[in-house]
């Protein structure tokens, strides 16, 4: 018999390993003396670099949609803590050090959570989609992605609305699973969001134009099966386009999807080779 670890025996001794990697995150960040972005402002700059809105409330499979409703508030919660946020030069942006701990103190409500490659819920659940819509808009600028961490490999709802490609999402949780982007140009950055009810709203923007344009799309997406298993592959890319000429100066792999679907497919689906 495969012998537990110690986070796997009781939940308290889960919460004990989960209180051990914030602090050794704290730990690190103190003495790493990391620039952490920190200034904000309500004054928008003058260039929009990228904007995107994401619809809160998703039927995702069978998931109780007071979850959703929740995540909602979560999110409006949140969103107060980023945005005007100015990243400067030598900076880094952190999704929890701006945020902080989600309690119900303050106000967060359970939401819907990833644990053990399944839907589950906690307080401050729903935050993945603000990181979410960060990620996307960064991928559209110069900024250098220092920490990211996927759902990897599962495909755990079927698609409702979906505007980007699958693969791009994020996977956060306080502190120790983290997103973070590092401005390595000489051009300041901002990050503006807020929610209006039925979208969580974005905008990168920055002192100066770009570069550079990028294109973010998917190739060769399809469904495979694996035995008694499907899942959902495809290649993500990232085109570098010089904003003078117009050529493509680059293009990056970004992601390579493999991912078992956790959902039943339709039958149209089901033959996907």
Request: glycine residues 8%; contains cysteine.
């Amino acid at each position: 018999m495969k012998r537990k670890l110690f986070c796997e025996i009781s939940p308290f001794t889960y919460r004990l390993s989960v209180e051990k990697e914030i602090l050794k995150r704290h730990l690190r960040d103190f003495i790493s003396k990391t620039p952490f972005a920190h200034e904000r402002t309500e004054e928008p700059l003058p260039v929009l670099v990228y904007s995107h809105n994401s619809l809160i409330r998703r039927r995702l499979g069978n998931v109780n949609m007071q979850l959703q409703e929740n995540k909602a508030v979560n999110l409006a919660l949140a969103v107060k803590h980023i945005d005007g946020l100015l990243i400067r030069p030598g900076e880094t942006f952190s999704v929890w050090r701006q945020v902080g701990r989600t309690t119900k103190r303050k106000g967060y409500k359970e939401g819907l959570t990833i644990a053990k490659g399944a839907p589950s819920q906690g307080i401050g659940g729903g935050l993945c989609q603000l990181s979410n819509l960060i990620h996307w808009m960064v991928l559209h600028s110069e900024l250098t992605i220092t920490e990211h961490h996927h759902h990897d490999g599962l495909d755990l709802f079927p698609d409702f609305g979906r505007q980007i490609p699958f693969g791009t999402g994020t996977s956060i949780s306080y502190n120790y699973i983290d997103y973070r982007v590092r401005n390595d140009t000489t051009n300041t950055y901002q990050l503006r969001l807020w929610v209006d009810g039925e979208y969580l709203c974005g905008e990168l923007r920055a002192m100066e134009v770009q570069p550079h344009t990028f294109h973010i799309h998917v190739e060769d997406e399809h469904f495979s099966q694996e035995g008694d298993f499907f899942y959902r592959n495809g290649k993500v890319y990232r085109d570098i386009i010089d904003r003078t000429t117009g050529n493509c100066v680059e293009r990056q792999l970004i992601r390579t999807n493999h991912a078992r679907v956790m959902y039943e497919l339709p039958s149209s689906d089901n033959n996907a080779g």
